[in-house]
């Protein structure tokens, strides 16, 4: 990976990723979270393997979306949040004080709940982080770039000849898909998503969970999702919090069918959550 301590051209990272790495891109150690005095995590450890999809699951409240946010650390945004273990990306220790959140975030993009494209059209809306970032150095590599990852989030063929309108001005599908185009435009390694069918009637949210399944051959995936049936059709790998608590991992049909521990058990079958 290129270094999340210097500037880095994320370009390359994707591109030169060798064929077969075993080794997950994230690991997290005894990660305890805080909101003021209460605490949200306790002593989470759990590894993220790259190029699948790992969908975080649990009951309304066991603290998904904060171990989420905890990996690109959007946590910092919240002033009375504070984090701690240790949390490696590719090696690197993404809490190190001499760690550059921007770069971070580019490598480890975020997808939110609600769409939410910039009051920009459709093209600035993707040029946007590129151009922040430096990634190109003409307007035609901007306009690949644009093309590329239109293409990646399957939305060009709709947009294709209407670029300079505004984003806002498409349907909340394609506005998610919008979303993710401008995520995967900074060529990230990692895209976390927090619950993005959410807003989505069932024919956009079959878009997406399509396109996830296409995206995770060049990027890593992690998936808050309130849907069992969700996980099931998105994620190679599934991990149930419950309570705060980390409470089970594994390949997700093997979380589904034989799960080992009683409270995984209970929530797949409807008794909690
Ligand atoms: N900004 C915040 N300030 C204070 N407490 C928070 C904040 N965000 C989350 N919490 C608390 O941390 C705990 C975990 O919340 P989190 O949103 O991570 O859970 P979740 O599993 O994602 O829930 P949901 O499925 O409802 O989105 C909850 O008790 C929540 O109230």
Redesign the pocket.
């Given at each position: 990976m290129n270094n999340i301590v210097t500037e880095m051209s994320g370009a390359a990272s994707v591109q030169n990723k060798p064929a077969v790495n075993k080794a997950p891109i994230f690991t997290a150690k005894n990660v305890d979270?805080y909101?003021?005095a209460?605490q949200?995590?306790d002593k989470i450890n759990l590894d993220i393997p790259r190029n699948k999809v790992t969908s975080l699951i649990?009951?309304?409240?066991?603290?998904?979306?904060?171990?989420?946010?905890c990996l690109n650390r959007m946590n910092d945004l919240?002033d009375?949040?504070r984090v701690e273990g240790d949390i490696q990306l590719e090696g690197q220790d993404i809490y190190a004080p001499e760690v550059d959140v921007v770069a971070l975030r580019q490598h480890v993009g975020m997808v939110f709940q609600k769409p939410n494209p910039f009051p920009k059209s459709i093209y600035d809306n993707i040029a946007y982080g590129p151009r922040i970032h430096g990634l190109t150095s003409s307007k035609s590599e901007l306009d690949d770039i644009v093309e590329w990852s239109l293409q990646r989030a399957g939305l060009w063929k709709e947009v294709s000849d209407r670029l300079q309108e505004p984003g806002t001005g498409l349907s909340g599908g394609q506005q998610q898909r919008l979303c993710i185009a401008r995520a995967i435009a900074v060529r990230p390694e990692v895209i976390l998503m927090?619950?993005p069918c959410s807003a989505l009637d069932p024919i956009a949210t079959a878009t997406i969970e399509e396109l996830i399944d296409e995206l995770r051959e060049k990027f890593t995936i992690v998936i808050?999702t309130?849907s069992m049936q969700q996980a099931a059709r998105v994620s190679q790998r599934t991990a149930f919090?419950h309570l705060?608590n980390l409470v089970e991992t594994g390949a997700t049909k093997t979380l589904f069918t034989s799960p080992e521990d009683e409270r995984t058990q209970n929530y797949i079958t409807g008794r909690i959550g």
């Open positions: 979270v909101y003021g209460k949200a995590l649990g009951p309304s409240g066991c603290g998904k979306s904060t171990f989420l946010r919240v009375i949040c927090d619950e808050v309130h919090f705060g």
